[in-house]
């Protein structure tokens, strides 16, 4: 008999294998979208629904069960916020609502409760999005560890942002450092280190990051991912997958905070595997690359810089390379096996 | 200092009031719903927002917990589809996609998965709904009890059902056996009777019975709800609180089978306070009620009739009585305390 691991919850390879051999290939194809819409036929962040006049609903659905639920920079409910309004502005969405269930373990502290919700109301609050609705459930002491949060994110587009319209050409930019949100977390459940990490979550909102960016250069933003569960290996392998290309990542290019490369080093992971929940990475048009990473470092971001490109390969179709900084290329595989339960 | 109680999660008094305190009351009136929709700004069993052409998206979320997650009737696959796909029903939608997160425990054994994920899958095939998205996370061993499902319900309609709609004159109707769900998950709780039961859940999707009724008596449907947690007691409370009106419900008529009445007494329970999964209660337009509950029984929903009536009542407003079979009328209380933990 097999059993349920830890690896099948991580985000990368076999989380795709195990939701494609239960769920997805049991689905048939008409029952994978509403029709002109975007469901599981091409997994992304959120899935879509055509109304009329050529827009979109935009829904998204997330379970938080991030472990310890505060941390360095955040907490469960300002992650459950932002993630999944993350998404939302990731399938070009213009988030407008969200619902959250909340199910929480008898005796936790009502002032902790609060607090979390607090933190998630501030989110939505700041970014003017309306709770609409929700569930609230308790499970008795040792039946869950304190507190598991599932949102919807809801919004609306007349233009959808695909993976697969990555193009031969396009340059790879991210937004900002990556890897804080999952250093911070493995900080915390390691214990190694907690006192003198001067780390915070990047956990944040990208509503004032991808909504302008949207209206400027919507037609030149050929893909966009926060990369969270799996980190940046993980979504673009899942672009070059889609899109049938080749994406070549440079090492010297990457963000990475002194304290996450060296915090990486020690345990022996990759940076590019760890979570982010404030970064947008994105496939942006040659044409307009440069453009858009000063027009990013104007909105606050001026860490965001070009780190890569897409190239057209038969041979190398689907693949991702990583140019080392003492130069060299290798595979970026899928992140693979047991990374960090309860990242996010 | 204070802490969660099961009967915060009871689905009873307890639970509006932590939900009201911690959340609903903190959101701002705007931000309560999407204008010309219904959001928290009512609590209903789905929120709706409204697209163009006077139609509707309703959105609906729940997350099951069930434990056992296989008893007699279903498992918590059938239950999260059925579920969701009912509370559409009942905002007056038409259910048409569905997506879902499963947090599941490390070490589950993926056979049991599989069983429930096919549960779910069927339903949905047998409706024609589209599963559209979700996400699947793992948690270690001893932080999560099996199995939690999140279903978000999609649907569309161009005439909302709403709670508020209940109505002085209005017949409450119920479609068949109440409380069977209820008395199943707690004798498999208990331990008690389960050799010898004959008990099955009702949990069923109620798009057969719904659908034609919508169409047929779209006008005079005032309110509909599945009345899970909490039962047929709190549905009512809520129903009269929000009309402004008295529901007067009699004993004699209210359709219970022999085991689940016997079961409750050992118990000390009423079963009007029993969930139930697969039944619809109604407030009917006086006008049309006997001739509905004859087009019900028609549909195949042969136990449905009339248990009570809606009245006009200055010093009763918002209150439920109930007339029992002996004569004299007491009031219904909505549930209060721990009623039995992780029955949806």
Known sequence: MSYITLAHGSGGLETSEIVNMLLFRKVPDKLKLIQGGLGIDFPDDAAAIPISDGKFIVITMDSYTVNPPFFPGGDIGKLAACGSINDVLMLGGKPIAIMDSIVVEEGFPIDQLEKIINSFMNVIKDEDIALIGGDFKVMPKGQIDKIVITTVGIGITDKLIIDRNVKPGDKIIVSD??????????????????????????????????IPLIEKYGDYIHAARDPTRGGVAMALNDWAKASNTVIIIDEKKIPIREEVASYSSMLGIDPLYLACEGVALLAIDNEVADEVVEFMHKLGFKNARVIGEVKKSEKLSGIVLYRSAVGGLRILEPPRGELVPRIC
């Open 177 to 210: 450092y990556i890897g804080d949100h999952g250093a911070v977390i493995m900080i915390m459940q390691q214990g190694i280190g907690v006192e003198e990490t001067k780390l915070t979550s990047d956990v944040k909102s990208l509503t004032r990051l991808m």
